[in-house]
DNA sequence: CTGAAAGCGCTTACAG
DNA sequence: CTGAAAGCGCTTACAG
């Protein structure tokens, strides 16, 4: 509580502290960094003036001229921090760099690639480490120049385009595949799909999914039964209820997204259908198990993918070297009760 | 997708563009920087240049001599990003900070006042224009250097304690008062209270606000109706399972916290209690309206909270000049459904 | 309109 | 064990 000595409107430097303590600026540098070889008196010295000026070091003026150049940050590029899905991400990222003493810039690209590139060009200007990025662009070959220049990067969730960088990933479409065909095994043959914007690799994916499993059992899919690009709760929403509205309405649903499957939840609630209609929803999400019925859904690990996004990085920085692969993640179907109900 | 000749293993400096533009580096940062008074043929070459070699300007380097000193980055310092409500606050500040293209440093705390000191120094080391904080220790002078040296704090969600700073608060003590006024008026005279750790003054707030509703109606507070240091669901969860195994149990129960009221509903689930038990809840949260019963709470605005918390950072880096106060943001009580059960 | 010199706060590479 | 000089990548403050 008592009040500083601190140069009035600034911050003391190392050399202020070099001077109070009477020593060279290198000395204080000694100190700062723990280096051995200074006496215990001017140990003592220094400690005093630091404290007294309340200094504390400059670690963007010392990561200039430091030789490797490291600014112990990550860059971290995600779709919305507010998702749950990302927010999971992004909580496994900062576990693993606070392990390793290493700060998280961060920001959400809401699927706009403008925003994307923008991110990426701000934590690059402030010379991150590394960068762990969730894309919604369709090609990243602007990347090329920071992976030359020797920036570890990392994708996560979505696949690369353009560039060759390590990616953490699940198989979206044997994920949906795996969605749909619970369903049918619970006697559904006409089962509708809501997904996300098809600008979304992964959406495309995961509808290729729910055509792969219909394929699978010779069941012929119904265009007005799909639809695509809703991107969020109410549009979901909406999309359910022109499907039930339809003259031979699905008899259960896949949604392809969290928050499509609540938008979902909320209209089959909104007709009382939620017991008569089968949903398995793909992502997890808090409550799911809940809600009456239970949502069954295909549920990816965002912590496993997080964690596994950041020591990728960290391997690198830490001289590991190998060429860029896709590392898997599984997902798993969990039965919860909304897609075991029969036709 | 044409690979850049970048030098190998390193980035292009503001030097290697002046020298393969053929001007000085002053002219360079006049063109990076969009300076005036440049002819057109040398801006045409230095921007060649910039494209040939990829140049990417450091912005951390800039910074270090620019006049202002300023990074164009602020530190945010949650208690758990994975936490709805603190990613709302964090969304809601980073779309703030966006508009001033300013980039966010942020971590999560996990109520351990070690880890808020160790982010909080390793974001001032990195120089951050401001800080907002939602702070886990119960004493935060040892802000006082930063602010001394010029950089706004904004606290949000805690009162600050030993620093005076601008805060960005709700009435804990009103909220919960109006909770339980809210049971007390639907008939209800005995009333468990399950809240988070009595280390965090918000928590201890909203006890009393709790106590203040019965004393209002001059009902006595009994003891083994009160379950503090609840922190998690499950362990909110065991403490709603003591409080029905009691002799007389409440016929109420006000949850202090949002992960605290999920652990109750899973208790009383798990009992089927939960149409005759009633229940309000602190905090919202995602999908509490499409439970059974629907869950009514007292809502906080977190995404209110966040933007006025990074306005005003702003509003000071840009010379705005107060004295620090606190911003209360209202709360709202939501009647869903489980709060208006009766006894 | 353009550039040479100095310096932001620190560390490197030496010398003693 | 200690420090003087130079330099990280850039901008400032001048001079022309």
């Known amino acids: 509580m008592e009040p500083?000595?601190?140069?009035?409107?600034?911050?003391?430097?190392?050399?202020?502290?070099?001077?109070l303590a009477d020593v060279s600026p290198k000395t204080v540098s000694r100190?700062?960094?723990?280096?051995?070889?200074?006496?215990?008196?001017?140990?003592?010295?220094?400690?005093?003036?630091?404290?007294?000026?309340?200094?504390?070091?400059?670690?963007?003026?010392?990561?200039?001229?430091?030789?490797?150049?490291?600014?112990?940050?990550?860059?971290?590029?995600?779709?919305?921090?507010?998702?749950?899905?990302?927010?999971?991400l992004y909580r496994a990222m900062e576990d693993v760099a606070r392990e390793?003493?290493?700060?998280?810039?961060?920001?959400?690209?809401?699927?706009?690639?403008?925003?994307?590139?923008?991110?990426?060009s701000a934590f690059a200007g402030r010379q991150v480490d590394g960068l762990i990025v969730?894309?919604?662009s369709t090609n990243q070959g602007y990347l090329n120049a920071e992976i030359l220049?020797?920036?570890?990067?990392?994708?996560?969730?979505?696949?690369?385009?353009g560039v060759q960088v390590d990616a953490v990933l699940i198989d979206n479409r044997s994920g949906a595949r795996e969605a749909v065909r619970h369903l049918i095994a619970h006697g559904h043959r006409t089962i509708g799909y809501v997904g996300d914007l098809?600008?979304?690799?992964?959406?495309?994916?995961?509808?290729?999914?729910?055509?792969?499993?219909?394929?699978?059992?010779?069941?012929?899919?119904?265009?007005?039964?799909i639809v695509e690009d809703r991107h969020t709760e109410s549009a979901a929403e909406q999309a359910v209820h022109a499907l039930?509205?339809?003259?031979?309405?699905?008899?259960?649903?896949?949604t392809a997204q969290n928050l499509v499957t609540i938008g979902a939840i909320r209209a089959l609630r909104a007709r009382g259908r939620q017991h008569s209609i089968a949903l398995v929803g793909f992502d997890d999400f808090p409550l799911a198990d809940l809600l009456d019925p239970p949502v069954t859904v295909v549920a990816q690990d965002p912590s496993a993918m997080g964690r596994l996004a950041a020591s990728l990085i960290f391997r690198r920085?830490?001289?590991?070297?190998?060429?860029?692969?896709?590392?898997p993640i599984p997902t798993r179907l969990i039965p919860r009760g909304s897609g075991e109900i029969r036709p």
């Open 100 to 120: 390793h003493g290493v700060s998280i810039l961060a920001g959400s690209v809401d699927e706009d690639p403008a925003r994307e590139r923008a991110l990426i």
């Open 31 to 88: 100190v700062v960094n723990g280096e051995p070889g200074v006496t215990e008196a001017k140990i003592a010295a220094v400690t005093a003036a630091i404290d007294k000026l309340g200094y504390r070091p400059n670690f963007t003026a010392s990561s200039l001229r430091r030789a490797n150049g490291r600014t112990a940050t990550i860059g971290v590029v995600l779709e919305d921090v507010a998702n749950p899905f990302s927010a999971a």
């Open 149 to 161: 220049a020797g920036t570890p990067v990392v994708f996560v969730d979505r696949a690369p385009a």
């Open 244 to 254: 039930l509205d339809l003259p031979e309405p699905p008899t259960a649903l896949f």
């Open 134 to 136: 969730a894309p919604a």
């Open 317 to 327: 920085l830490d001289g590991g070297s190998w060429e860029p692969t896709i590392h």
């Open 198 to 225: 098809r600008t979304i690799a992964t959406a495309r994916d995961r509808l290729q999914g729910y055509r792969d499993a219909l394929a699978d059992e010779a069941i012929r899919p119904r265009p007005e039964h």
């Open 4 to 19: 500083r000595p601190v140069p009035p409107g600034g911050r003391a430097t190392l050399r202020d502290v070099a001077r």
